[in-house]
């Protein structure tokens, strides 16, 4: 079985790769495909086959996908304009005969009320509708999307969102890089979605546990969309990008990240890493 990972150079598809050698993937059986070679250089270190794939180009997709049983497409970076991509490669993957398509989605992709909703929905239409066996893994959010949280957290003892006391059921990226390995790797997993998420915690823990890794008090201090606006736009961001970020929080605020699913622990096997754990990892240095 040979196993295509897209967008192998970016952090997500990188841990995927590293997890399914962890696995005891052989290295010859995994092909890293990557829209900037060289950001997956060391994986053609360990033995892993490195080659160019961008979803804006076909022929590209058509190439990495040739011997490849099966695909994990992880989704774009690029919220709006993501679905032609992934598109590409759904349409490349029924070329090529790919026997399971597995996707990174978002929590509740079908029905919930967030920003990044639709592309995903979108892709697993596309998907259900190309016939390839498939896997969903709608993941919630990344504890590692406080990174610039923390390190403001760091300066001001502040955390501040416009999310009201909703909580989100985050987890480390490299949980769900593992679960992506799990169901790659196992058989009986296809036609099967799954919610992947972590113990939920309301943005009053997310300080707390920013408190413990940074060693000072940390309060959660709400916001007002108005307020973020005008926050986010005295920091130079631009309309569009104020607007989606006080519209992501409104989805949060809304309860879209607040699950309690076990799937992602039953997958992996072990506890989900600890918030103080993942935000460690990504703490300011000085």
């Known amino acids: 079985m040979t196993i295509l990972v897209t967008a192998a150079g970016g952090q997500l598809g990188h841990l995927v790769v590293d997890a399914l050698l962890a696995r005891g993937a052989s290295p010859d059986s995994i092909v890293a495909g990557a829209r900037t070679v060289a950001k997956a250089a060391d994986l053609a270190d360990k033995g892993v086959r490195v080659v160019p794939l961008d979803y804006s180009a076909p022929e590209s997709i058509d190439a990495a996908l040739e011997g490849v049983d099966s695909v994990l497409l992880i989704s774009g970076s690029e919220p709006g304009s993501r679905l032609a991509g992934h598109t590409n490669v759904i349409d490349a993957a029924v070329r090529a005969g790919v026997k399971k398509l597995v996707y990174t989605s978002v929590s509740h992709a079908d029905t919930v009320e967030l920003v990044l909703a639709p592309d995903h929905k979108a892709t697993e239409e596309a998907i259900a509708a190309s016939g390839i066996p498939a896997v969903l893994l709608r993941n919630n959010w990344y504890i590692e999307n406080y990174a610039g949280d923390l390190a403001g957290a760091a300066q001001t003892g502040v955390l501040s969102a416009a999310v009201g006391g909703a909580a989100v059921a985050a987890a480390a990226r490299v949980d769900f890089a ?100 993942a935000l460690r990892a990504v703490a300011p240095t000085s």
Do not use: C, K, N, Q
């Open 178 to 277: 593992e679960a992506a390995a799990v169901v790659l790797l196992e058989d009986g997993h296809t036609g099967r979605t799954y919610e992947l998420a972590g113990p939920r915690a309301t943005y009053a823990d997310i300080a707390a546990a920013m408190g413990e890794v940074l060693g000072r008090e940390v309060a959660y201090v709400p916001a007002t969309p108005e307020e973020l606006s005008a926050r986010l736009a005295s920091f130079g961001l631009d309309e569009g990008t104020v607007g989606f970020v006080v519209a992501l929080d409104s989805g949060i605020a809304g309860g879209a990240l607040d699950v309690s699913e076990t799937d992602l622990t039953d997958l992996i096997g072990r506890p989900t890493t600890s918030w103080v754990d």
